[in-house]
Each structure stands twice: as structure tokens, then as C-alpha cells.
């Protein structure tokens, strides 16, 4: 029997963790072996007795088939470490699960992505801003990770299924059950849309304990976690220690002062977190990963050049056109755009955004703008 299979019917099996399952592993039973082992040989790892009564008993090729037959009914797959489509970021972590449950679209785990997180409770302010950086980040070709929970994580997965791109959603539960319950539907259709995925099996209840481990794995599946609105004690602020603990990037999203769900964010900017006021000062950091559209040619110099303008061009509205023809001239900084162009501030921020998400336009240091 594959080692995958052996794996699976141990963290099938209740009350066998992480830290268990590589007690076996480091014991050389994560093989057939372990079907003939006694409660002795089990205490021998290093297992409780009555853990060791209990894999003495059940854990036999019986029940590993009777447990896929039930993954199988519910219309669940899984992924193992020991598999070539595990994500490689979470795979770089400290403990990265040893199976991942999903239903939807595992392609999505090879895609670039960030997680979103926040208060369950977000302010009208919260909502808007979680909206639209993840409107931004979708269409510049990231999957937007979060939890499923109550708040900002439904914020955002629902607008990442309004827009281009994908989104996941990592569960404390089985994926037979739904927590919290009024997500039901918005479950239903990450699962046909996305990809919904748990570390736990079936038949799994919601636990508070089970949370923080969840949220090691938004942050582990990310280039970058971001804080959009969190109180002092939010769960958010627990995955951006996860990732921070894997090396991975924090954002935060800074808030009024006066609001009390603006705090956690706030302090997160004051240990170090970048600050973001729009969905560039994310995409910058990740420019060798976001994925272009533009198409290759075969020419090369200044017939490539003029190619290239052209199929740029294509993909613009008329503003962006404006815009990148000013461009054309030279690079510009900001103030010398907002005369040129004659447009507020917040208009013209919006288009020079989207002129590089579309890679017409790259930012220089000390806001200057030019064609790429």
C-alpha cells in the first residue's frame, strides 16, 4: 500500500495529530507494518495508551477503505505531502498539514496568492476596503486566501467570485460540516468556483482550538498575509504571526485612530507591517510572480517595440490610453501627471493602478511613473 494511503488512515483515525503522525513517520510505520503492530509496539513510539489500544484495534486496511469510501460519497479529495501537486510554500513551513481535504479546484494552489483576513465584526469602512483590494488584487491575476469566517474573510472571498480571479478558503472543520452556518451557500460556491480546504477529516466539529492552526495555513499558502481591520484581539492578527513565523510578508490596512476595529492594524504598522492604502503597495512586492497576458512575438528591436505598443494598446480604455500616451513623453512624477491630465488625485491613482496590473507602466522609486 502507497505511503499516501498509510497517511491517510492515520489522520483519519480521532485524536491523532501533526506531532503523533511524525512520531510514526520517524518510527519507520508509515508502512504495512503497522498493521501488524500491538498496543506495546504503539506505546513503544512514544504513543499514550490509549492511543496505542486504539490503533492496535482499528487501524487496518478495512478501515482505511471504509474511510475513503465515505471521502468518496462526500465527494472530497485529498492531497498529500507526498504528492507532487502539494503546495511548495506551505510545504517550506514548520508544520505543513499532512493531508489537505478540498473540494473545488486544486489548480488554485499553484497559483500566486495572498491571504485577506479581518474582523468578524467590520466597519462600513472595513467592507469598502476589503472589497476593493481584492477587486484589484483578482484582476491583477492573485488568488485571494482566507477563512471563511464571518466579516471581512466573507468580504472577500465573495468579491474575489465577483472578479477574474480565484479564491480559497481554508476550514477549522470537516468539510461535511460548515462553520459559521450562514455561509453555507458562499461555501457551496467557493467549492464550485475555487477551492475550499481543511486539514481535518470528516466529521470534524468546530472547535476554538482548531483556528489558530487553521490559520497557519492561510498564511503558509501565501506570498503575503493582509490585515484589512482587526481589533487588538482579532484571530487575524494570530495569522499574521503565522506568517511572519514562515517569512512571509504583512501587510496592514491603517484605519481611524478613534475606531477600536482599526487597533490590531495599527499596531501591526507600528511593528513593522507595510502599510496599504491601495492595491499597488502589494503588487509591488511581487512583480516576478503576477502572470501577464500580453503575447510574444518573434520580432526583436524597434519593430518588437512598436508590436508590443500595439498589443498594449488593445488592452486599454480610453483614460489608460490618455494616460499612456502622456507617458510616452518621458517619465513624470506624480504632480507633474495631475496637471498634465487635469484629473483629482483618487482618479488618477485609479488609473495608473490599472496601467500597471495591465504592465503598460512600471513605478520608479519617488513616485515616478514610465512606459514599460
Known sequence: MEEREL???FNEVEGIGWKTIDKIRRAGLLSEKAFSCSSEDWEKVGLSEKMSIQLASIYTLEWIANR???????????????DADYPHLLKETAQPPWILYYRGRLDL???????????RVPTAYGRKVGEILTKELSEAGLTVVSGLARG????????????????????ATGLDRVYPPENKELERLISRDGLVL??????TKSHPGLFPQRNRIIAGLTYGTVVVEADSRSGSLITADAALEAGRDVFAVPGPITSPKSRGALDLIKQGAKLVTGALDILEE????LP??????GESGPQKQVADDLLIEKKLTNEELHLYHILHQGPFILDDLLVRTGW?????????LSLIIKKAVAQLPGAIYKVI
Do not use: Q, W
Open 68 to 82: 475513503r469510501l465515505l471521502m468518496e460519497e462526500s465527494a472530497v479529495n485529498m492531497v498529500t505531502i507526498f
Open 198 to 203: 481543511t486539514e481535518y477529516p470528516l466529521g
Open 344 to 352: 483629482d488625485f483618487g482618479h488618477l491613482h485609479s488609473v495608473l
Open 152 to 171: 471581512i474573510d466573507s468580504v472577500c472571498h465573495e468579491a474575489a467570485l465577483r472578479s477574474c480571479g480565484g479564491t480559497i478558503a481554508v476550514v
Open 109 to 119: 494552489l499553484s497559483t500566486p496568492s495572498v491571504a485577506m483576513v479581518g474582523t
Open 286 to 289: 511581487y512583480p516576478s510572480v
Open 292 to 297: 501577464t497576458n500580453l503575447s510574444k512575438t
Open 7 to 9: 497517511l491517510f488512515g
